[in-house]
Structure formats: C-alpha cells, structure tokens
C-alpha cells in the first residue's frame, strides 16, 4: 500500500489535461515495468497503455479501465502532495484509479492467472469525451475483442468501500450542441438595414429549455442547461450581425439522445431561417450513457461479496457523463461505484483529493471480477 500511496501522490503532484498526459503515461509505463504483463502497448488513442496478461491456457478474455488525464482546475488543497501545475489538478479521481490498476497489476504478476486473458487499459482523454473514440477505433485495441469491460469511479458521499451497482443505465448520455448564427452587422440607428440574431437566440433558447423533463423517475429524462451566449461587441453604435449559443443536452438513454440531437437541429435551422440568419451546428464533448448489461453487473455483484463489502443498487442513474458508454455500447459490461466518504469534497471541486484508503478495496474487486468471469 505505501507502494501505491506515493505512486498516487505523485501522480497528484504532476497533473496532465486531456490528451496531453505524457508525463503521465512515462510514470505508469515505468510503474508496470517492475511487474511486467505479457505484453505492453503504448501511444494507444494518444497517449493511452495497454497491459495484457495471459494465462497458460487459453479462456475469456476481460478488460479493466481507468484514466489519465486530470482537470483544468486550481488546486486550493496545501497538502505536501498538491499540484505542482498551475490551473491543473486531478480533481476527479483518476490519480486513485490508476493506483488502483497499477496495485491489479502488481496483483496479477504476482499470482498469475491460470487461463484467459486480462487487459489493464489506461485511458487517455476522458474528460473531453475523446479518448473512448479513439481507443476503439485504433487497430491494436481491436484485435484484442474483450469478452467483457470493467471500470469504477470513485463517488464522493457514498459510504468509504461502498460499491454502488445498478443494471441498465449507468451514467448518462451526454452532449453539447453550439449553434452559430450568421447575419450582417449594421447600424445601430438602422437595424432594419442589417440581421441582428438577437430575437432567434431567444427563441430557441425557450424551444430547447421547453423539452426538459428534470425527473429520473419518469420516462426520458432529459436536462438541457444553456451554458454560453456569445452575440456582438460591447460597441453601442452597432447591431450584431452574430451571435453564438451553447447547450449541454443530458438523457438517460442513448435512443433518446440521438432524437433529441436530430430534433434540437430542427429547431435551431428553422429559427434561424425565419430570420434569414445562416445557421451552422456543431456537436462537441459527446459521451454515450453507460448501458450497463445485467450479466457483467452480476458479476461484480459475486465480486463485491467476495471481497466482503458493502453493495449499494442504485435505482436512478448518476448524471454526469463517462466516456466508458462507449465501450458499453460494443461490449458486454458495467461500471460500478466506489464509495469514497460521505464527508469528502465533491468531484471537480478545487479542494477534492482522492482518499487512498480505498484503493485495496477497488484493487479487491477488480481483482475478484477476474477470477469470476475468467472462471464462468
């Protein structure tokens, strides 16, 4: 444990954001390097490693996730391990949950499997939504073909060591939609001379607000929350002829996400075009809902107790979004809750700090689902 308390702690110090974790990726290289896998890839969708470990014989393949790449966050914890890096840190956790693969590993070298196969994948760029994307698009992570996939994520204000499952829907579908609209600046004293796109960013922020449905209980929850509004210059003599508009979408299911983007782009071009604005959509930071399948989150149910903790079943899903629904999406899989504490700060908050007391219990049950599902 003190192994990987200060491995953790120096991952803490040394933060890297999406898709520049290279620093990060030399350190957890070096960390396997003491307990070598079988084999060792790197620069996977960027950045990302991949350690497999194979059993004499042969089996079930399954795959274990974490991540590498921390926030764009100030620091304000004063901590002897604090962030080293201005307006960086790893305020979601992922620093905990690379010690906590990092220990598997430690794990399996020292007691190997006797047959199958496990892959430890250390995911590049999580937080944008883009490290998923390019992890299953590149050719050496497909001719793996995982039987199943596993990751967890540290949950403040859950119970220390508390494994928090739940079939079907995990995490949320998320998506942000930028709607630019291009008119023609004029006069401020002849407006009608110009296309200010003030009145269309009204309206369709009132059509896209009015298809929220705010309760998990109900059939197609959906949160849409305007993030930013971008229109003119501070120059009081013009009309604006652009104005920009942000929305992040959030549903609980894939199905329901897809309709509501192709719906939202009906809205913005028809609006747009009773003004005679030019509209262009783009989508960015996409994350599909983690769609967990019953029989793995089973298996983590067997894991749990195994390892003699306590399992939560969650009855609504988490809101936040994970880029892991990906990997649900083509997989058998789930992901699961580790309690972190109830008094502890929350994810993304500038004090949070992953607690290192409940690394041997993710270690625990990653390393128990490897023995369940390579011995199904």
Not at 78 to 101: P, Q, W, Y
Not at 315 to 334: H, I, M, R, S, W
């Amino acid at each position: 444990m003190e192994e990987l308390i200060q491995f953790r702690k120096e991952l803490h110090q040394n933060p890297e954001v999406s898709d520049f974790e290279t620093e990060t990726a030399i350190r957890v290289q070096k960390f396997l390097k003491q307990y070598p896998p079988t084999e060792l890839l790197t620069n996977i969708g960027g950045n990302g490693i991949i350690a497999v470990y194979k059993g004499k014989a042969k089996g079930k393949t399954i795959l274990l996730r974490c991540e590498l790449d921390a926030l764009p966050i100030q620091e304000i914890n004063t901590f002897s391990h604090r962030s080293k890096t201005e307006n960086v840190s790893h305020k979601c956790g992922h620093d905990g949950h690379m010690a906590i693969l990092c220990g598997l590993a430690k794990e399996i070298y020292e007691n190997p499997i006797e047959k199958g196969t496990v892959i430890l994948l250390f995911q590049p760029a999580e937080e944008n939504g883009n490290g998923a994307v390019a992890i299953v698009n590149e050719e050496k992570f497909k001719s793996l073909k995982p039987d199943y996939v596993f990751a967890l994520h540290n949950l403040p204000s859950y119970d220390k060591n508390e494994i928090v499952v739940k079939n079907g829907t995990f995490t949320c579908a998320v998506n942000s939609i930028i709607v630019e609209l291009h008119g023609k600046t004029s006069h401020a004293g002849e407006p009608e001379k110009g296309i200010n796109p003030a009145m269309a960013i009204s309206e369709i922020t009132t059509a896209f607000l009015a298809k929220t449905q705010p309760d998990l209980h109900k059939e197609n929850y959906c949160i849409i929350t305007p993030i930013h509004i971008n229109m003119g210059e501070k120059a009081y003599g013009v009309s604006a002829g652009y104005g920009e508009v942000h929305f992040t979408i959030r549903s609980d299911k894939n199905s329901f996400m897809e309709n509501i983007e192709s719906e939202f782009e009906t809205i913005a071009t028809e609006i747009a075009k009773s003004y005679n604005l030019k509209p262009k959509i783009y989508w960015t930071e996409s994350f599909k809902a983690n769609e967990n399948n019953s029989e793995a989150v089973d298996f983590v149910r067997k894991a749990t107790k195994k390892s003699n903790l306590t399992l939560l079943e969650k009855q609504v899903p988490f809101t936040f979004g994970e880029d892991f629904g990906l990997f649900t999406q083509q997989y058998k899989g789930a992901m699961f809750g580790l309690g972190a504490g109830k008094d502890v700060p929350a994810l993304h908050n500038p004090d949070y700090d992953f607690p290192d007391e409940i690394i041997p219990a993710g270690i625990s049950v990653f390393h128990n689902l490897i023995n369940e599902v390579l011995d199904a």
